[in-house]
């Protein structure tokens, strides 16, 4: 299959776009910056496009042939004007093209801010309700394509992942952009006391197991879902500071402060029912821990 990719020098989007490419796809990857991953320009079934998502002439002209389109960039905005101007509608003059270019499938990436306030279960059938900027950008974009689905034949899914985490896929490629990791190891590595929120954590999913999920929804035939990127497993970054003191060999006091207060879960069991995925993610924060460990000390 011939997908345009967006945001595939990115750290979600390496990882999308090695998983296309061992699954067998070729793809046309837009990328405002190609010296990031340089690695993918390489490969022989990429065709790297320089641009961004404003570019509306070079999209149009980069759409020849493609078969589906997968959206992991994001435009930032400083406020609600510009968020609107540089995420939402530019994803939807996206969607507009591919249905005019007969893309068959459309993949949008948002987020878990999209629900806004966080319950003690929560599932993809629950309303949005965001409450910052960026959670109402991704709301908004994920209406906007379930429109454009109902009215063209192009078969459109969302993906929602929540805090992604792992080492760079390939040399020269980023890892997340959050630094908790990276802060928490260095502590350990200095020896410095570590204080975290009591309780405070998620369902950290490994870039890794995002992938798959994304090679799934796309081979699929299913239109107009909404899947939470997450692994199953709730883990306190209580639990991920004791372990990297652990393997650093750290002297670190670990403190939790506040109160304690019961864990917000999101039901994966989607995911399971239809692509057979459930994901766990200990394993993959210990690799984690230990590629950081290593790095130079900031």
Known sequence: MKIF?????????SYVAEALLADGHELVALARNPQK??????????RRVTGTLADSELIRSSLEG???CVHVALGWGD?????LKNDTLASVSLMEECARAGVGKFIYTSSTAALGAFSQHMDEADPTRPTDYYGATKAASEAYLFAVAAR????CNVIRPGYTFGNPVAPLATTQPDRRFHRIVELARRGEDIVVAAGDGTQFVWAGDLARLYSAVLASERSREVYYGLAVPFVEWHSIAELACELTGSK????????RRAPCLFDMSKIRRHFGLEFESQARIREHLEYLAELPLG
């Not at 990719?5 to 989007?13: A, D, Q, R």
């Not at 991953?37 to 990429?46: D, T």
């Open 79 to 83: 406020d609600a004007s510009d968020m």
């Open 152 to 155: 063209t034949q192009m078969r």
């Open 252 to 259: 670190s006091r670990v403190r939790a402060d506040g109160v």
């Open 37 to 46: 991953h340089p690695a993918l320009s390489e490969h022989p079934r990429v």
């Open 66 to 68: 493609v078969e589906a």
């Open 5 to 13: 990719l967006t945001g595939g020098s990115g750290f979600i989007g």
